[in-house]
């Protein structure tokens, strides 16, 4: 590939990116109830529920708060799945592949802007977890690193929604992707500690790719009383890069696959 070619590539990508975002400003109340979504769920857990769960540490609001910005990025695949879904179903895609375009650049563009979502999601979680009381431990380096497990954690599932996206029938289909999110986002570590589980549904939440990432940014944070002692929990560092990687490895060549198949 010359360098011609990338410069190319970049520059289309550059400007689905900005499309996105301008589509972002003109819907300022979608943008709104995105970010307010997870700090309602916050406050619920925290204080309505907070009083009758144990969580290690005593304190349940800092507990959930980790799990709270990870479930966070997961549940971001349901608007990049509706986005593809929506732009296939009315045409968009397909005048995009007729325009003289990098091939890569409307899939690229949706994902950078995908990932400044992530990043201000994480800004207002992040204000909304101080406001209640959590706070990290082991100092800024550590916290910036966990935030980065979860901007790397919503990067692979980026491609997965891009991929399921061009899969669909249209943007109704998204009930198929919640019935999917759902599951694995709450048979995780994010809201209990898997030992309260049974056998072999802990194991099951212990394996969770969600649970790693968990795992590791309560670790990164210096979680007080948050020990684990199960072997994904003992390595859970490793398997919140490994994962990610993984899931990337699978649906992003999926992606590029069935975009250059469309019509």
Known sequence: MSVATVRWTLLDAWTMTGRELERR???PGALVA???????VV???????GGQMDAPGGDYRAFIMPGMFALTMVFGLEGTFTAIAADASRGITDRFRAL???ASAPVAGRCAADLVDAVLGLLVMGVCGLAVGWRWHDGAARAL????LLVLLRASLVWAGVWLGLLAKGPESVMVIQVLVWPVGFLSSALVDPSTMPGWLGAVAEWNPLSATVTACRELFGQPGWEPHSWPGRHALALAVAWPL???AV???LAVRRYRRLG
Do not use: E, H, N
Request: charged share 5%; proline share 10%; hydrophobic share 65%.
């Open 25 to 27: 400003v003109r819907r």
């Open 34 to 40: 995105a970010l307010a979504f997870p700090v309602m």
């Open 43 to 49: 406050l619920m857990m925290g204080y309505v529920f």
């Open 100 to 102: 003289p375009l990098s």
């Open 145 to 148: 690193a966990a935030f980065g």
């Open 246 to 248: 993984v899931i990337t």
């Open 251 to 253: 649906s992003l060549p």
